[in-house]
């Protein structure tokens, strides 16, 4: 399984991002996809995920700024993030889970100026 990462990047406070990961491989399906972050010195942290029903569970921070979505068929998870704060600086890690185990990708940096 590989997970394909993008749209990270530089924004000014206030601004959007949507990042997007797409899982390619060999597996009959996905069961939970989502994103975590790591900001510097700190540890990994849950943003936001959601199953296959389309059910989610986003952190307290991101609540009402960052929308968590997915296409089943393109089995790709996206991450819209509005109202972007510099405490909203990190590295994001996609992941999916299926079968028991969780897949990580390689995380793409988000860099939010004030």
């Known amino acids: 399984v590989q997970l394909q990462a993008s749209g990270g990047g530089l924004v000014q406070a206030g601004g959007s991002l949507r990042l997007s990961c797409a899982a390619s491989?060999?597996?009959?399906?996905?069961?939970?996809m989502g994103w975590y972050r790591q900001a510097p010195g700190k540890q990994r942290e849950l943003v936001a995920i959601?199953?296959?029903?389309?059910?989610?569970n986003d952190a307290d921070s991101v609540k009402g700024r960052f929308t968590i979505s997915r296409d089943n068929a393109k089995n790709t998870v996206y991450l819209q993030m509005n109202s972007l704060k510099p405490e909203d600086t990190a590295v994001y890690y996609c992941?999916?889970?299926?079968?028991?185990?969780?897949?990580w990708g390689k995380g793409t940096l988000v860099t939010v100026s004030s």
């Open positions: 992941i999916v889970s299926f079968g028991g185990t969780n897949y």
């Open positions: 491989g060999s597996f009959f399906s996905i069961n939970v």
């Open positions: 959601i199953d296959g029903r389309g059910r989610t």
